[in-house]
């Protein structure tokens, strides 16, 4: 079953990786509850998203038979060979992430979508485990705003062996508590070190490094931090928020939501609602 391998595959590499962020890891010692509750949430979270699936699925076909079955594949065709195969890898996964780069930071300036992302932030004890670690209203959000990508790509998709490896394996190198630095590569390739000011909870680093694969997205739209020589901040929203309950993960955002209905919160000021 398609659940019962994602699932196996995700706990392995959580797996692995809780091992490898005991070598050199960017924060020591940290809370092993953390872990576990991020952990403990996956199981919900992959059944969610293939539930979801099953919704957007019929819709997404109405898409591709909109736009004629895709932009890419009208003027190329599927890829075939290996080196066509690599270059629409790239080339996926570059627009992948400027479409997911404006939808991140849109979720960072609206206090209403900034809800469907609070949790993800909410970890003040970042480690691979967390790549995850999503509220299921940002699954509906990005999955709703998904048709510029099937406007361009139609029904196509990355090899599999690409596909895991962007969509599978670098959400655990980049959410990974290790020291490690890229040195040259920062701002082309995101790791570890890069994506933990995005983390970061201290104020320099607020609304900085939206980019998941490609720094240099964030050069281009005004919002990169390239990290200093050994600077691996603290993360989190703040020191009083512990986001790790049940509330958290299922009814705060729509809580939030219905409080600023009844005239409770609202479109508040940056600086007062994170």
């Not at 920062?186 to 983390?199: D, E, F, K, S, Y």
């Not at 919002?223 to 958290?248: C, Q, V, W």
Request: proline share 8%; aromatic share 14%; net charge positive.
């Amino acid at each position: 079953m398609p659940f019962a391998s994602i699932l196996a595959t995700s706990l392995a590499l959580t797996a692995v990786f809780f091992v490898l962020e005991t070598v050199r890891p960017a924060e020591p010692r940290q809370p092993i509850r953390r872990w576990l509750f991020n952990v403990a949430c996956l199981p919900f979270l992959l059944a969610w998203i293939l539930a979801l699936q099953l919704v957007f699925g019929p819709v997404f076909e109405l898409l591709i038979r909109a736009t004629g079955g895709g932009l890419l594949p009208r003027l190329f065709g599927a890829p075939e060979s290996v080196p066509a195969q690599v270059l629409f890898a790239a080339a996926f996964a570059l627009l992948w992430d400027v479409w997911q780069y404006w939808v991140h930071r849109w979720q960072h300036a609206s206090w209403f979508l900034w809800q469907t992302h609070r949790l993800h932030h909410a970890e003040s004890a970042l480690n691979a485990s967390a790549q995850g670690r999503h509220h299921a209203t940002n699954y509906v959000l990005f999955l709703a705003l998904y048709a510029p990508m099937i406007a361009v790509f139609g029904g196509l998709a990355p090899h599999p062996a690409a596909a895991f490896v962007l969509f599978r394996l670098w959400g655990f190198v980049n959410h990974a508590n290790v020291r490690l630095d890229l040195g040259a590569a920062t701002p082309v390739l995101a790791g570890p070190q890069w994506h933990r000011i995005h983390h970061s909870s201290r104020p320099e680093h607020r609304d900085r490094n939206f980019a998941a694969f490609f720094p240099f997205l964030d050069v281009l739209f005004g919002t990169y931090y390239r990290p200093k020589s050994g600077e691996y901040p603290p993360t989190g929203i703040s020191p009083e928020e512990d986001a790790n309950d049940l509330s958290a993960v299922t009814f705060r955002p729509i809580a939030a939501w219905l409080g600023a209905a009844r005239g409770a919160g609202g479109a508040r000021p940056a600086e007062t609602w994170r």
